[in-house]
């Protein structure tokens, strides 16, 4: 595995790919890598001939770097190439004055209503990327829906051609899913973290079973959230295509929740498809 920090060297090696043919994968991540991001390079491999994992922080998210730990892991997995970037390489003349990417109907909505002008910056690092790497492939985890939803759409939007591919989230026997921000629990939070996750399953099954008030759902997953001993932020029941309100029709719907541990924020999801029963 070649560990690179210049754009001109991922260019050189890509340049050398692409006139053998070869297939290209990209698998974004923020570093502090762990099994889900494995799970994405192992897809990434079964896909494409090269992958190229990159690992980029935006300071803004005050995110602690594990460079050490993250190679370490990328070489059991002989990943083609990780991209580590430093901030001028992606923003030579600052992140201020950069141009930005943004998806306003999607971004401004559940985890942006909580986190402004994160998705602003999740996508146009992303989008840089893209253009850098031109990936016939690209892979993210589906724990973050709401993120892999707006890539789609802005490869949709900016006819990118490139394969978008959503991977299932990597969970712990009790259902907690593999996360950064989940490390940080302590033993007592950790035992109470995966009613999140069972939460959501509850209110699946019961959709599953024929119910169709959504609104009153949701109040309800909120109130069972806080019973359960979390802060809620949001439990929502929506379209999974787009993340907008169930319509007459949609049979794909994805249930997102947000809560506050203490002073860790958790968040996860969970897919249901309606099935008319007589």
């Known amino acids: 595995m070649e560990f690179l920090t210049r754009s001109a060297s991922v260019r050189d090696r890509i340049r050398i790919w692409r006139a053998a043919g070869a297939r290209v994968a990209l698998v974004p991540t923020a570093g502090t890598l762990h099994?889900?991001?494995?799970?994405l390079v192992a897809?990434?491999?079964?896909?494409?001939?090269?992958?190229?994992?990159?690992?980029?922080?935006?300071?803004?998210?005050?995110?602690?770097?594990?460079?050490?730990?993250?190679r370490g892991l990328l070489l059991k997995m002989d990943a083609t190439v990780a991209f580590v970037?430093?901030?001028?390489?992606?923003?030579?003349?600052?992140?201020?004055?950069?141009?930005s990417v943004d998806v306003p109907s999607l971004s401004a909505i559940l985890e942006g209503a909580h986190r402004p002008r994160y998705f602003s910056r999740v996508s146009t690092m992303l989008i840089k990327l893209f253009n850098l790497i031109k990936p016939d492939i690209?892979?993210?985890?589906?724990?973050?829906?709401?993120?892999?939803?707006?890539?789609?759409?802005?490869?949709?939007?900016?006819?990118l051609p490139i394969d978008i591919v959503g991977c299932p989230t990597w969970r712990d026997?009790?259902?907690?899913?593999?996360?950064?921000?989940?490390?940080?629990?302590?033993?007592?939070?950790?035992?109470?973290?995966p009613r999140l996750y069972a939460t959501l399953g509850k209110f699946a099954a019961r959709i599953d079973m024929?119910?169709?008030?959504?609104?009153?759902?949701?109040?309800?997953?909120?109130?069972?959230?806080?019973?359960?001993?979390?802060?809620?932020?949001?439990?929502?029941?929506?379209?999974?295509?787009?993340?907008?309100?169930?319509?007459?029709?949609?049979?794909?719907?994805?249930?997102?929740?947000a809560v506050r541990l203490n002073s860790n924020r958790l968040t996860d999801n969970l897919r249901v498809r309606l099935i008319d029963r007589f």
């Open 35 to 39: 099994k889900g991001h494995m799970s």
């Open 43 to 70: 897809e990434a491999q079964e896909r494409a001939d090269h992958v190229i994992v990159s690992i980029f922080a935006d300071p803004r998210e005050r995110q602690a770097p594990t460079l050490a730990a993250d």
């Open 85 to 99: 970037p430093p901030l001028q390489e992606i923003y030579p003349l600052g992140q201020e004055s950069a141009a």
């Open 138 to 159: 690209a892979l993210f985890g589906e724990r973050d829906f709401q993120q892999l939803v707006i890539v789609r759409r802005l490869a949709d939007d900016l006819f």
């Open 173 to 193: 026997s009790d259902g907690l899913a593999d996360s950064t921000s989940n490390r940080s629990l302590t033993p007592d939070e950790r035992t109470l973290a």
């Open 210 to 257: 024929g119910a169709r008030d959504f609104e009153r759902l949701e109040q309800q997953g909120m109130e069972a959230l806080q019973t359960c001993g979390f802060a809620p932020e949001y439990f929502a029941i929506r379209a999974a295509a787009d993340l907008g309100k169930v319509r007459p029709g949609v049979r794909d719907l994805v249930l997102l929740a």
